[in-house]
T-cell receptor
Framework: NAGVMQNPRHLVRRRGQEARLRCSPM?????VYWYRQLPEEGLKFMVY????????ESGMPKERFSAEFPKEGPSILRIQQVVRGDSAAYFC?????????????FGSGTQLSVL | DQQVKQNSPSLSVQEGRISILNCDYT??????FLWYKKYPAEGPTFLIS?????DKNEDGRFTVFLNKSAKHLSLHIVPSQPGDSAVYFC????????????FGKGTLLTVNP
């Protein structure tokens, strides 16, 4: 199955630690998007990346959060010094092209729990 | 401020009957609307979409209706099947930025055999 792969599925961190979430897009897709779903909320857009470029980070919190999509390897969403409010499901999506009405394919998500 | 609202957290329907899921939006700039379906422990899966130039789009058992003046859309599933039991998210976007979706909170649909 060449779907969007996210790992780990579950991640537990203590307050102040770092969290790294990985996402491998579908085969042939070069556009990656990260979304966050807080408890009892809908998914919220965070960032859009292409290989080695951040295209739109308008949904990213200003501090502690960063994302990259290197030339080789998966996209990484990094959260430094996690706090309890970061506990959420983080979904990655990918698409073949980045413009127009192209649908996004989502991964199964990473559930981050901050103790 | 929630721009996409799904006011029914849950809906229960008998197998074979029609399921109607509703969604309201406040941002008049939205011009493209989508429905996603999500099973537990899986990511959302695209179901059906509609552009603001249309008022109806149909795909098999699924039909989406858009009422722009009321800023309201609905998803009809007929006939409903037990496998349709999932959380349904309404989403909207504008300006061709199809990646920057604004999602509602979702409605849990349960189809009883």
């Amino acid at each position: 199955n060449a779907g969007v792969m996210q790992n780990p599925r579950h991640l537990v961190r203590r307050r102040g630690q770092e969290a790294r979430l990985r996402c491998s897009p579908m085969k042939g897709h070069s556009h990656v998007y990260w979304y966050r779903q807080l408890p009892e909320e809908g998914l919220k857009f965070m960032v859009y990346l292409q290989k080695e470029n951040i295209i739109d980070e308008s949904g990213m919190p200003k501090e502690r959060f960063s994302a990259e999509f290197p030339k080789e390897g998966p996209s990484i969403l990094r959260i430094q010094q996690v706090v309890r409010g970061d506990s959420a499901a983080y979904f990655c999506a990918s698409s073949q092209q980045g413009a127009g009405n192209e649908k996004l394919f989502f991964g199964s998500g990473t559930q981050l729990s901050v103790l | 401020d929630q721009q996409v609202k799904q006011n029914s957290p849950s809906l229960s329907v008998q197998e074979g009957r029609i399921s109607i899921l509703n969604c309201d939006y406040t941002n008049s700039m939205f011009d493209y609307f989508l429905w996603y379906k999500k099973y537990p422990a899986e990511g959302p899966t695209f179901l059906i979409s509609i552009s603001s130039i249309k008022d109806k789009n149909e795909d098999g058992r699924f039909t989406v209706f858009l009422n722009k003046s009321a800023k309201h859309l609905s998803l009809h599933i007929v006939p409903s099947q037990p496998g349709d039991s999932a959380v349904y998210f309404c989403a909207a976007t504008h300006g061709g930025s199809n990646y920057k979706l604004t999602f509602g909170k979702g409605t849990l649909l349960t189809v009883n055999p």
